[in-house]
């Protein structure tokens, strides 16, 4: 009887990780993406899209709780390994992990990429075209302030994301594609480098000295009391001209 109790527990205990895992996995891939589509925009228009953020929140979460929530009908989260996520035992568990997880994980780090190098690229034309001329003196400095405060600083999530997402994402495949012959150097790098994701992402935030000068008490209440005045239809533009990082 206790044997069976136990036996339960664990099982519940897997499903409710591994969805955990399914969905904190996928949906920070996808937000890093956001991010990078977010300075794609910025840098190709100059403009920032009002609200864009709570855009990619609604089209973020639901995905990504649908992906998760599909395994568990079937009752599919189960003992994968050294952890709990979608069983391996089946062709349809097979699927499943391409369908839920994998295959939106290739396409991300793809997307990046692409968007990162024309990102770079577009940039680096912008100055040299200001560069060559020389009465552009004053819009090449707003330029690269401009650069400075909305684009350099994002662009190293993608870069820190991706060099993390490597040893982890090859990890997973290996697990996919051959089960039964783990790999230890993979294991390692897996278990070492996946819970720095969250770690490295607050560092990477708080390294940024702008960040660091709007999160003071007097731009947090300015903030604040502006976004309240707003809301309550008192106010047309914000009070400070200081835009919150996404």
Known sequence: MRIILIEQVYRLYCE???FLDNLCTLSQ???ILCIVIHLLVFTFYDVRPNNIEIVFHLLVWPFSLIMSIIPIFGHHYGAAG??????????YENILRLVCLYLW?????IIEMVCFAMIVCKIHQQLRLLTSNSHCASEIMEKKQLY????YPLLFYPLVNFVIAIPVTANRFQNWLSRDEPIFVLYFL???FYPLWGFCNAVT???NRETLRQLNPCQILNVIMSSWALLSGYLQEPLSDQEPYI
């Open 105 to 109: 994980l290739i396409l991300a780090v």
């Open 190 to 192: 897996h278990c070492t």
């Open 16 to 18: 409710i990780t591994g």
């Open 29 to 31: 891939r996808l937000l």
């Open 205 to 207: 935030y708080f390294a």
């Open 148 to 151: 400075k405060k909305y684009v």
């Open 82 to 91: 050294t952890w709990c996520w979608i069983k391996n035992e089946t062709l």
